[in-house]
């Protein structure tokens, strides 16, 4: 064990850029988070899913990182280091267990901007990404009401 801890931890400081001369690389932190929160059984998320993908393949925007909670099951290990590592744990745990929609959360502060759901079509949920992240880069906010209720947990 004592060997083990002495061969993972400097590992792990340097991977941090806590370690001798290590050079730390900046992680680029996107303007906006798109995550949306799905399920195998949800029938608005076939809708959502393929205008979603046509909206941010009309953005093309590297300023945008889409993620995916699949709450179907077999995901959760991915959904929790995924979360995690971007600090959305509020959202996630807000809405897990909603689903057939996407939030769209501002990369530095956190805070959820908006959401596009079924009622948008791809140009309409491009328009409103794309307006969405010029509010996160000005840190500006926004008054939009299109993000469901969050879950009611037990």
Not at 56 to 76: F, K
Not at 81 to 95: C, E, H, L, P, T
Not at 103 to 118: E, F, H, S
């Amino acid at each position: 064990m004592k060997h083990l801890l002495k061969t993972v931890l400097p590992a792990a400081f340097l991977a941090l850029g806590l370690g001798g001369n290590s050079q730390a690389y900046p992680v680029q932190t996107p303007d906006v988070y798109v995550v949306m929160f799905h399920a195998d059984w949800c029938a608005p998320c076939k809708v959502v899913n393929p205008l979603l993908d046509e909206a941010l393949n009309r953005l093309r925007d590297p300023r945008i990182e889409y993620l995916r909670i699949d709450i179907s099951g077999g995901s959760g290990d991915y959904n929790a280091n995924a979360v995690f590592d971007r600090g959305i744990v509020q959202q996630y745990n807000m809405w897990l267990g909603v689903t057939g929609f996407a939030a769209i959360i501002d990369g530095d502060t956190k805070q959820t901007l908006g959401c596009v759901n079924m009622n948008y079509d791809a140009e309409s949920m491009a328009m409103h990404i794309r307006n969405l992240q010029g509010a996160a880069q000005q840190n500006a906010q926004t008054f939009d009401l299109t993000c469901p209720e969050p879950n009611n947990p037990i």
